[in-house]
């Protein structure tokens, strides 16, 4: 009874389950494990290029790669787009385009009421100098105070902090309490793309199927307001090489900014602006909630963290 062929250990593994296990959960792994096991037969893998795999995905796990190569391989965009689906099915696409959330945003960044410095004073050097500002508004038009706009981006290096021991933890991190207006605004430096870590995990994967790893320049927000819909987002910077050839498929047209050089200083000064600057108009638009959960204040891994636990 302990012999058997392919199909009858395939048939075992996915019908030894007890009753007191996760019925999705079964369902899923069933149905990966599955794939799998025909993806070995079919494509006649050998056991040693099925153990260097499993080498690969220990080091990528260790490593903190896993979000990467997600987003690299278009599994993030691909959830995106079967919820843009599911919301064109139920008429409810209007507002900002959502975007991939990516694998390096930290919460408890210090929190600002309608202005803040994303940058530190002195940065005047790392990029060109921008106020990015606009208003948070719901799906009627209307401002949405009290909105807390949660705002990070790399480095001139391309780097994030709290992932880069160079940086302070929330540098380049901060969140904004939107005013009765509904406005937001904060001043930082365009910043740059970049390419995935070299000599890693995801890059070994890249170079060996063809791929580069370069990310467009762009910047990420999470907006959250009470009984509106949480907005995960990032808007691209014009002109990057990439922006059309993103490494993790998160370009969005309705994500372009609109770049409005040679601004005049007057009525920034509290920004510390003093010289022309470069003035990044945008405005979130925010659907309604149509319960608690689409209005949670946490990030999308945490949000499925915690309903796990």
Known sequence: MNEMNKTQLLEKVTHSNRPNGN????????????????????????????????????????????????????????????????DERAGRNAGTPRAIEG?????????????????????????????????????????????????WHANELGRYSHFDPDQAEYALRRKIETDAQGRYRFRSFLPPGY??????????????????????AHIHFLVVAPGLRTLTTQVNVPGDSFIDDDFAFATRDGLILKLERN???????????????????????????????EASPQARVARAVASEA
């Open 103 to 151: 694998p390096l945003y930290i919460a408890g960044a210090p929190l600002s009421k309608y202005e803040t410095r994303v940058d530190e004073e002195g940065d005047e050097q790392r990029g060109e100098t921008m106020v990015m500002e606009g208003r948070v508004l719901d799906i009627d038009g209307k401002p949405v105070a009290g909105a807390i706009v949660d705002v």
């Open 195 to 216: 390419a995935i870590p070299p000599n890693s995990p995801t890059s070994e994967l890249f170079t060996a199927i063809g791929r580069h790893g370069n990310r467009p």
């Open 263 to 293: 601004t005049p200083p007057k009525g920034y000064e509290s920004l510390g602006v003093t010289t022309q600057f470069t003035r990044v108009p945008f405005d979130f638009v925010m659907q309604p909630a149509i319960d608690e959960s």
């Open 23 to 86: 019925p999705r959960v079964q369902k899923i792994t069933a149905r990966i494990v599955g794939d799998l096991f025909h993806a070995i037969d079919d494509l006649d893998i050998q056991p040693d290029e099925f153990w260097a795999g499993v080498d690969w995905l220990s080091r990528l796990a260790s490593g903190g790669q896993a979000g990467l190569i997600t987003a690299g391989l278009g599994f993030d965009r691909l959830l995106d787009i079967r919820l843009d689906e599911a």
